[in-house]
Structures are given as C-alpha cells and as structure tokens.
C-alpha cells in the first residue's frame, strides 16, 4: 500500500506559478512510477506528467510541456510538480498518482494509488 498526500495548491494569477508536492509512505517509493493527473469541472481526470522510478524518464502531456516540469527525491518521498506560465485552462484539482512498474503510463486505471488532490486555480 502506498498512500499520497498533495499539498502547494493555491489561487495564482495568469502567468503565475506554483510548485505541487507529493508525499508519500507506504511501499516501496523508488520502485513506483509516479504521475500528476488533473480534473477540471465537467471533465475527465487527464495526465499530466509521470516519472520513472528511477527519474530517469518523464513524459509530458504537450498541453504542458515547456512549462511544467516533475522531479522526485526517492530519499524523501516526494514528487514535486513545478508549473510556470499558468493559464487559466490549468485550473484542475491535480492528483498525485502511483504504479508498481518502471514504465510511464497515461492510463488513468493503469495507477493504483492516488491522493485526495489539490485544487489550482489560475485566475485574474
């Protein structure tokens, strides 16, 4: 069982940026595969991003690549989300995500474990 609690969401202005974090207990942390997912209202849960176990590897949705960028410290526990030039089409509750595998994945079902989610609102 691994369990993950996100934290560092906020109200922040078009342009603006934020940095998530993710913390996590439980499990083997350095061998989960770990991605950020977001549901904006009326929507469906979509990817983000996601980190190998080893950080290694990452894959970005291009919605938001060059602006967002996922690290993590398996001595720590933690994934780290950090957004810059945020748009109003960011605002989402994020979710915080884990699998057992080294392979990142964009599936929602294929992550086993998730956080109670931060909300990020990016607004003016």
């Known amino acids: 069982q691994v369990q993950l609690v996100e934290s560092g969401g906020g109200l922040v202005q078009p342009g603006g940026s934020l940095r998530l974090s993710c913390a996590a207990s439980?499990?083997?942390?350095?061998?989960?595969?770990m991605g950020w997912f977001r549901q904006a209202p009326g929507k469906g849960r979509e990817f983000v991003v996601g980190?190998?176990?080893?950080?290694?590897?990452?894959y970005y949705a291009d919605s938001v690549k060059g602006r967002f960028a996922i690290s993590r410290d398996n001595a720590e526990k933690m994934v780290y989300l950090q957004m810059h030039s945020l748009k109003p089409e960011d605002t989402a509750v994020y979710y915080c995500?884990?699998?057992?595998?080294?392979?990142?994945?964009?599936?929602?079902?294929?992550?086993?474990?998730w956080g109670q989610g931060t909300q990020v609102t990016v607004s003016s």
């Open positions: 995500a884990a699998r057992w595998g080294p392979s990142v994945v964009t599936t929602v079902g294929e992550y086993a474990y």
């Open positions: 439980g499990g083997s942390f350095s061998r989960a595969t």
């Open positions: 980190i190998s176990w080893s950080g290694g590897t990452t």
